[in-house]
């Protein structure tokens, strides 16, 4: 079967960016899901892979943002219909959260941060170098989910990327590009701006390099669970 993507978007300035690159690259078909234009999840989705972006709010919120409760429930009948999913930021702690695990304040990271890939992790995570640069904006964090993997750490939040059987959730950004490091900067101090500034080309392209690992990994992981029903 061939992948059709749902891109899951919760406030305009945080689109899909690399991602899309590389969708467009590979003739893979998408399909934004502006929730903030439409406040619902659709009912019915022929997509076979779900991507879930980043956001502001908290997956707390479900009263502020009813369609919440939406996309967990998306996300917990997904293993059963087989879709991939992949979420980044606010979308990791979706899945935890449609999971059962809980999602909480915590330290606060801004800008270009080192993880280091976990003991024993598995997957497309796994040919990640020991340590690597990603970029954060984020200040809640999640536990993990029963029959997760831990894939990779933090300094100060320690779970930053993990799979859960259908899915792979990133607390960090790997889709940015230069124009979403600008639109983002804009509200940050003049101090965090010129540390963005000096470490972005630093970064930028081996943050690349590993957002198309993990997109063409996910990209076939949805098309052979699928194929295998």
């Known amino acids: 079967m061939d992948p059709e993507i749902a ?12 991602l899309e690159t590389i969708f467009r690259e590979q003739g893979i ?14 009912r019915t989705l022929s997509a076979t892979h779900l991507v879930f972006m980043g956001g502001p709010m908290s997956v707390n919120d479900e009263e502020d943002y009813p369609w919440l409760v939406q996309e967990k429930e998306l996300i917990r009948r ?21 999971r059962g695990a809980p999602v909480y304040p915590f330290v606060h990271e801004t800008g270009w941060h080192p993880l280091d890939r976990a003991a024993g992790a598995t997957g497309i995570v796994s040919l990640f170098p020991e340590q690597f640069h ?8 999640f536990a993990l989910p029963i029959r ?15 799979s859960c059987r259908n899915a792979l959730g990133l607390q960090f ?27 972005t080309p630093r970064y930028l392209a081996e943050s690349n390099r590993l957002c198309r690992m993990v997109a063409e990994d996910f990209i076939g992981a949805g098309v052979n669970r699928r194929t295998s029903r």
């Open 29 to 42: 078909p998408f399909d934004y899901i502006r929730l903030y234009d439409t406040n619902e999840v659709p």
């Open 78 to 98: 997904s293993e059963k219909t087989g879709q991939s999913v992949l979420g980044i930021c606010l979308g990791a702690q979706l899945i935890a959260s449609a």
């Open 148 to 162: 997760s993997r831990l894939l990779a750490t933090g300094i100060n939040v320690r779970n930053q990327a993990f």
């Open 173 to 199: 950004h790997l889709e940015m590009t230069e124009s979403i490091i600008r639109e983002w900067s804009k509200d940050l101090t003049k101090h965090q701006q010129s540390v963005i500034a000096r470490d």
């Open 7 to 18: 891109i899951f978007q919760h406030v305009r300035n945080e689109p899909s960016g690399y």
């Open 134 to 141: 990603v970029f954060q904006l984020h200040g809640e964090t």
